[in-house]
């Protein structure tokens, strides 16, 4: 069920409109009383109440008090006594746990502490004691020192919380690390204190209450470098190098005493965590990475794996000499080969986005070569400037093979002009914006670009195209109050209105205080009129003069273009001139009405308007309108002609407590059914409204005609479509009305032989066209109650409503009775079903049975149809010489008459008062939900 959506007008109107079918059984207000009652509060005695119960006597004597314990006569205790008592019980109570502590040589050099891996010196992971004893600072300050036993040291019964672990390193200065070693996926690089000279790592530890918390420290003295060498074999100096350890890139010094020969330093050799080592090396200008190679320490020519991975190269440090060693990358740099680049920098003046010297452009001339490179940066950073050919391109010769970028230089601002590459481009649909460097105005354009083996080229064009709309009325007044976008390459740019006198209605796109450049190939624009406006025509000029040539337009529906080949010039701003014309506008009035006598169409003076409501439409241009009144009748104006539809907002039936009596289904969604009322002449023609939800951002109608933006989501209403036409000045506003209706159908079928259920019995609810599933209240009941595809409890409008039961072989229908909520017994007509589709005549059979609505009541009312059903009885043979009783063979004399309600002498009467009750309870419901809301 969907959450609840009560407006006043639902609260008002609908619950005046139920509470006035005053005439429900009385089991109606037991039902209403029954949903609206709450629990008597629950009173409490005054010994529940009371906080301090007095106690039961007991026979057993009363304890004299100890001549130590305070008596209320006695003098308080002495403050520093009782802090004195307090704190003795706090140490007493204190938690304490215990910290085992090993600390060994990492000689496998993986960061674990596993003695049965073996080095490359034939040493495994060994446990190191003649450290000194680790230290402990306490969560409560306090120092303890381990006591060994073993191999291992012991801090027993600390106080348990956060504290410090402090262990010596083996030597001064230092010349090894310390890490914890404890989680082996997780290697963690010890805090050190103070200075490289201070003898202790520390590291965080907290003490459980009552458990051995462990701690397990490795000791290493790795360290990691790398020689960087020339082709030649030379030293390379002043080489950018990156040393990898522990996740972490840490910058690499070139030794003062060994040139080409790099370390990470921190004053001091700083040593490593073990895993695996990594380096990356930043060749200078005209070289790359050629060969690199590891060995297990420095000095040592055994050589050891090196693998290549994201640009860096990695050795694994148990393939380290030992664990107090360097390993060392040899990095052999190569001289790159080079190539040419030639660059065809090219004004273009056809404006077509392509370097093409055979078409003219408007003002005489063709494409032509500029000189606006700049220079030329290298991968390695070097700067190279070049040379003009005979032909006019730019070439930089001797360019290192790999990525490089080329700079050009815009005449005056950065933002004045674009540059574009439009290399191997066919068309302007394949070229790409040249960004620029920065955003400041005198940055350069830069082009990447890939040199290749054998020489590459590039080939950049340059434009200042602009682009404005002028937006005018079709009286020539200027548009003041339009939205206008431009766009090229795929992007849309915001228009601005120009400030300056004579400037009004002349609309261009603007970016850091600049005219926005478009790319060649096309311009478009798109305009939002205002409302009762349309775009009547769009030209364009060659340039913004009023005076120059037309250019062609493209429409392409809400979207207008010109080329900018039919500019005036690659530097010009062609512009677009769209005018605005009124539109022919509509105008509603939607009449909202409850149907008081249920005959489908709206009567003055007797059918219920709806005040209150909301009421929205969506024309024919797709433009959402909403509105409301006070009087149920609701206006639109100003909306497109064409076809339209009317959305009239309908109560929700809100959740409530359950009812006794009421079926296990689902109250319906919607309180009331709703039909077009505009055209019909009676409520045979009645076809119920779709009920749906909607949500859409329009514009909302005041009382007074004024308009306001409007947000609506979820609404809960019944739709209309409806033709409008455009107002004349002899014409009124096109009517339309919506009826409403709450009109709920029961049965309850009975054998009037053993005044019991007829197993195997089923119903259908009629409503003129439109059917109901008959859904039984309980298995076996005989009680059934029209429901929708949905399992909610079906509301009908007004129509011709009717049953068709349908009961198992051996069984006849004897009567069919119809009564009102109120207790009025209704003209039934018998007639056989009609199906609607020769297909569905296979499946039809038996006989509907019918009521006129001005019989039930409206606009909230129902109809309990009572259906009684007997045994067929068949004549048995007659046998020749054997009287039969007059009787046999014939049904029971005379029609089944339905006795009085409370009479007792039925059951399937008692059945049916049940149904009545039933039909009476939820109408009930819905009037206890409406006054609640």
């Given at each position: 069920?969907?959450?609840?959506?009560?407006?006043?007008?639902?609260?008002?109107?609908?619950?005046?409109?139920?509470?006035?079918?005053?005439?429900?059984?009385?089991?109606?207000?037991?039902?209403?009383?029954?949903?609206?009652?709450?629990?008597a509060?629950?009173?409490?005695?005054?010994?529940?109440?009371?906080?301090?119960?007095?106690?039961a006597?007991?026979?057993?004597?009363?304890?004299?008090?100890?001549e130590?314990?305070?008596?209320?006569?006695?003098?308080?205790?002495?403050?520093?006594?009782?802090?004195?008592?307090?704190?003795?019980?706090?140490?007493?109570?204190?938690?304490?746990g215990?910290?085992?502590?090993?600390?060994?040589?990492?000689?496998?050099?993986?960061?674990?502490?596993?003695?049965?891996?073996?080095?490359?010196?034939?040493?495994?992971?060994?446990?190191?004691?003649?450290?000194?004893?680790?230290?402990?600072?306490?969560?409560?300050?306090?120092?303890?020192?381990?006591?060994?036993?073993?191999?291992?040291?012991?801090?027993?019964?600390?106080?348990?919380?956060?504290?410090?672990?402090?262990?010596?390193?083996?030597?001064?200065?230092?010349?090894?690390?310390?890490?914890?070693?404890?989680?082996?996926?997780?290697?963690?690089?010890?805090?050190?204190?103070?200075?490289s000279?201070?003898?202790?790592a520390?590291?965080?530890?907290?003490?459980?209450?009552?458990?051995?918390?462990?701690?397990?420290?490795?000791?290493?003295?790795?360290?990691?470098?790398?020689?960087?060498?020339?082709?030649?074999?030379?030293?390379?100096?002043?080489?950018?190098?990156?040393?990898?350890?522990?996740?972490?890139?840490?910058?690499a010094?070139?030794?003062?005493?060994?040139?080409?020969?790099?370390?990470?330093?921190?004053?001091?050799?700083?040593?490593?965590?073990?895993?695996?080592?990594?380096?990356?090396?930043?060749?200078?200008?005209?070289y790359?990475?050629?060969?690199?190679?590891a060995?297990?320490?420095?000095?040592?020519?055994?050589?050891?794996?090196?693998?290549?991975?994201?640009g860096?190269?990695?050795?694994?440090?148990?393939?380290?000499?030992?664990?107090?060693?360097?390993?060392?990358?040899?990095?052999?740099?190569?001289?790159?080969?080079?190539?040419?680049?030639?660059?065809?920098?090219?004004?273009?003046?056809?404006?077509?986005g392509?370097?093409d010297?055979?078409?003219?452009?408007?003002d005489?001339?063709?494409?032509?070569?500029?000189?606006?490179?700049?220079?030329?940066?290298?991968?390695?950073?070097?700067?190279?400037?070049?040379?003009?050919?005979?032909?006019?391109?730019?070439?930089?010769?001797?360019?290192?093979?790999?990525?490089a970028?080329?700079?050009?230089?815009?005449?005056?601002?950065?933002?004045?002009?674009?540059?574009?590459?439009?290399?191997?481009?066919?068309?302007?649909?394949?070229?790409?914006?040249?960004?620029?460097?920065?955003?400041?105005?005198?940055?350069?354009?830069?082009?990447?670009?890939?040199?290749?083996d054998?020489?590459?080229?590039?080939?950049?064009?340059?434009?200042?195209?602009?682009?404005?709309?002028?937006?005018?009325?079709?009286?020539g007044?200027?548009?003041?109050?339009?939205?206008?976008?431009?766009?090229?390459?795929?992007?849309w740019y915001?228009?601005?209105?120009?400030?300056?006198?004579?400037?009004?209605?002349?609309?261009?796109?603007?970016a850091?205080?600049?005219?926005?450049?478009?790319?060649?190939?096309?311009?478009?624009?798109?305009?939002t009129?205002?409302?009762?406006?349309?775009?009547?025509?769009?030209?364009?000029?060659?340039?913004?003069?009023?005076?120059?040539?037309?250019?062609?337009?493209?429409?392409d529906?809400?979207?207008?273009?010109?080329?900018?080949?039919?500019?005036?010039?690659?530097?010009?701003?062609?512009?677009?001139?769209?005018?605005?014309?009124?539109?022919?506008?509509?105008?509603?009035?939607?009449?909202?009405?409850?149907?008081?006598?249920?005959?489908?169409v709206?009567?003055?003076?007797?059918?219920?308007?709806?005040?209150?409501?909301?009421?929205?439409?969506?024309?024919?241009?797709?433009?959402?309108?909403?509105?409301?009144?006070?009087?149920?009748?609701?206006?639109?104006?100003?909306?497109?002609?064409?076809?339209?539809?009317?959305?009239?907002?309908?109560?929700?039936?809100?959740?409530?407590?359950?009812?006794?009596?009421l079926?296990?289904?689902e109250?319906?969604?919607?309180?009331?059914?709703?039909?077009?009322?505009?055209?019909?002449?009676?409520?045979?023609?009645?076809?119920?409204?779709?009920?749906?939800?909607?949500?859409?951002?329009?514009?909302?109608?005041?009382?007074?005609?004024?308009?306001?933006?409007?947000?609506?989501?979820?609404?809960?209403?019944?739709?209309?479509?409806?033709?409008?036409?455009?107002?004349?000045?002899?014409?009124?506003?096109?009517?339309?009305?919506v009826?409403?209706?709450?009109?709920?159908?029961?049965?309850?079928?009975?054998?009037?032989?053993?005044?019991?259920?007829?197993?195997?019995?089923?119903?259908?609810?009629?409503?003129?066209?439109?059917?109901?599933?008959?859904?039984?209240?309980?298995p076996?009941?005989?009680?059934?109650?029209?429901?929708?595809?949905d399992?909610?409890?079906?509301?009908?409008?007004?129509?011709?409503?009717?049953?068709?039961?349908?009961?198992?072989?051996?069984?006849?229908?004897?009567?069919?009775?119809?009564?009102?909520?109120s207790?009025?017994?209704?003209?039934?007509?018998?007639?056989?079903?009609?199906?609607?589709?020769?297909?569905?005549?296979?499946?039809?059979?038996?006989?509907?049975?019918?009521?006129?609505?001005?019989?039930?009541?409206?606009?909230?009312?129902?109809?309990?149809?009572?259906?009684?059903?007997?045994?067929?009885?068949?004549?048995?043979?007659?046998?020749?010489?054997?009287?039969l009783?007059?009787?046999?063979?014939?049904?029971?004399?005379?029609?089944?008459?339905?006795?009085?309600?409370?009479?007792?002498?039925?059951?399937?009467?008692?059945?049916?008062?049940?149904?009545?009750?039933?039909?009476?309870?939820?109408?009930?419901?819905?009037?206890?939900?409406?006054?609640?809301?």
């Amino acid at each position: 069920m969907r959450n609840a959506r009560i407006t006043g007008w639902g609260a008002a109107a609908l619950a005046a409109v139920l509470v006035t079918t005053a005439a429900a059984p009385a089991g109606a207000s037991v039902l209403a009383d029954a949903a609206t009652e709450t629990p008597a509060p629950i009173e409490t005695s005054e010994r529940e109440a009371s906080s301090s119960p007095e106690p039961a006597p007991s026979d057993e004597p009363t304890e004299a008090p100890a001549e130590d314990a305070p008596t209320d006569d006695a003098a308080p205790e002495p403050l520093a006594q009782r802090a004195e008592r307090t704190v003795s019980a706090a140490l007493a109570a204190a938690a304490v746990g215990d910290l085992t502590v090993t600390v060994f040589e990492d000689r496998y050099q993986d960061g674990v502490f596993d003695s049965s891996k073996v080095g490359r010196t034939g040493q495994s992971d060994a446990i190191r004691q003649y450290l000194g004893a680790p230290t402990l600072v306490a969560s409560d300050g306090s120092t303890w020192t381990a006591t060994a036993v073993g191999d291992t040291w012991f801090f027993d019964d600390v106080p348990a919380g956060d504290a410090r672990l402090q262990v010596q390193y083996p030597t001064l200065p230092v010349n090894a690390m310390l890490f914890d070693a404890t989680d082996p996926a997780n290697l963690r690089k010890l805090t050190q204190v103070g200075s490289s000279w201070d003898p202790r790592a520390e590291a965080s530890v907290t003490i459980g209450d009552g458990t051995n918390t462990a701690r397990t420290i490795g000791i290493s003295g790795l360290r990691a470098v790398a020689d960087v060498k020339l082709p030649d074999g030379t030293p390379a100096t002043g080489v950018t190098v990156e040393l990898g350890a522990n996740g972490q890139w840490l910058p690499a010094t070139e030794y003062d005493f060994q040139p080409g020969s790099y370390e990470h330093l921190d004053g001091v050799y700083v040593y490593l965590l073990p895993g695996e080592f990594g380096v990356r090396v930043t060749a200078p200008a005209g070289y790359r990475v050629g060969e690199v190679t590891a060995v297990s320490s420095g000095g040592n020519i055994d050589p050891i794996p090196v693998t290549s991975r994201d640009g860096a190269y990695w050795l694994q440090t148990t393939d380290a000499s030992t664990y107090t060693s360097n390993p060392t990358f040899t990095v052999t740099l190569e001289e790159l080969p080079t190539a040419d680049l030639r660059v065809t920098s090219f004004d273009d003046r056809y404006a077509d986005g392509v370097f093409d010297t055979s078409k003219t452009a408007k003002d005489g001339r063709t494409d032509e070569k500029n000189t606006r490179v700049s220079r030329l940066v290298t991968a390695q950073g070097a700067i190279l400037t070049p040379t003009t050919a005979a032909n006019g391109d730019q070439v930089f010769e001797d360019v290192p093979v790999g990525e490089a970028k080329v700079y050009f230089v815009h005449p005056n601002s950065a933002f004045d002009s674009i540059f574009f590459d439009t290399t191997d481009a066919e068309s302007a649909d394949e070229i790409e914006r040249v960004p620029n460097e920065s955003t400041s105005a005198y940055s350069q354009a830069v082009a990447t670009v890939a040199v290749e083996d054998g020489g590459s080229a590039l080939e950049v064009g340059f434009t200042a195209l602009r682009a404005t709309a002028e937006v005018e009325y079709a009286g020539g007044a200027p548009a003041s109050d339009v939205t206008v976008e431009l766009g090229s390459d795929g992007q849309w740019y915001p228009a601005t209105e120009y400030d300056f006198a004579g400037g009004e209605g002349t609309y261009e796109a603007f970016a850091n205080s600049y005219y926005v450049r478009h790319l060649p190939d096309e311009i478009g624009v798109r305009v939002t009129a205002p409302t009762g406006y349309a775009i009547a025509e769009v030209t364009a000029r060659e340039n913004n003069d009023p005076g120059a040539a037309e250019i062609a337009v493209r429409d392409d529906g809400a979207v207008f273009w010109l080329d900018t080949a039919d500019a005036a010039s690659y530097f010009s701003a062609p512009t677009f001139v769209v005018t605005l014309e009124e539109i022919p506008t509509a105008s509603v009035d939607v009449t909202y009405f409850l149907d008081v006598e249920l005959d489908g169409v709206y009567a003055s003076g007797t059918d219920t308007t709806v005040p209150g409501a909301e009421v929205y439409l969506q024309d024919a241009a797709g433009r959402w309108w909403a509105t409301t009144s006070l009087d149920g009748t609701y206006a639109f104006t100003g909306i497109a002609p064409g076809e339209a539809t009317v959305y009239v907002e309908i109560p929700e039936t809100a959740e409530s407590p359950e009812v006794p009596g009421l079926p296990g289904l689902e109250l319906p969604e919607a309180a009331l059914a709703v039909w077009d009322a505009t055209d019909l002449a009676s409520y045979r023609d009645v076809e119920e409204a779709e009920t749906t939800t909607i949500s859409f951002e329009g514009t909302s109608i005041g009382a007074d005609g004024t308009t306001t933006p409007i947000v609506v989501d979820g609404a809960l209403v019944g739709a209309i479509p409806t033709e409008v036409v455009a107002d004349t000045e002899t014409s009124d506003a096109a009517e339309v009305f919506v009826g409403g209706a709450m009109v709920l159908q029961t049965a309850a079928v009975v054998d009037t032989t053993s005044l019991e259920a007829v197993p195997g019995a089923e119903v259908q609810f009629l409503a003129n066209r439109a059917t109901a599933t008959g859904e039984e209240l309980a298995p076996g009941s005989g009680a059934f109650i029209a429901a929708d595809g949905d399992g909610e409890v079906a509301v009908f409008g007004a129509a011709e409503y009717g049953i068709r039961p349908t009961v198992p072989a051996g069984y006849r229908v004897v009567e069919v009775v119809a009564v009102s909520l109120s207790g009025d017994v209704l003209d039934v007509t018998e007639q056989q079903a009609t199906p609607a589709t020769a297909r569905a005549a296979l499946f039809a059979a038996g006989t509907e049975y019918r009521v006129a609505p001005e019989q039930v009541g409206g606009p909230a009312g129902g109809i309990v149809w009572a259906v009684a059903v007997a045994p067929i009885t068949v004549a048995p043979p007659v046998v020749p010489g054997v009287d039969l009783p007059p009787t046999v063979g014939l049904p029971a004399a005379g029609p089944a008459v339905l006795p009085a309600t409370g009479s007792g002498q039925d059951a399937w009467a008692l059945a049916f008062g049940a149904s009545l009750l039933l039909a009476a309870g939820i109408g009930a419901r819905l009037i206890v939900r409406r006054r609640s809301a």
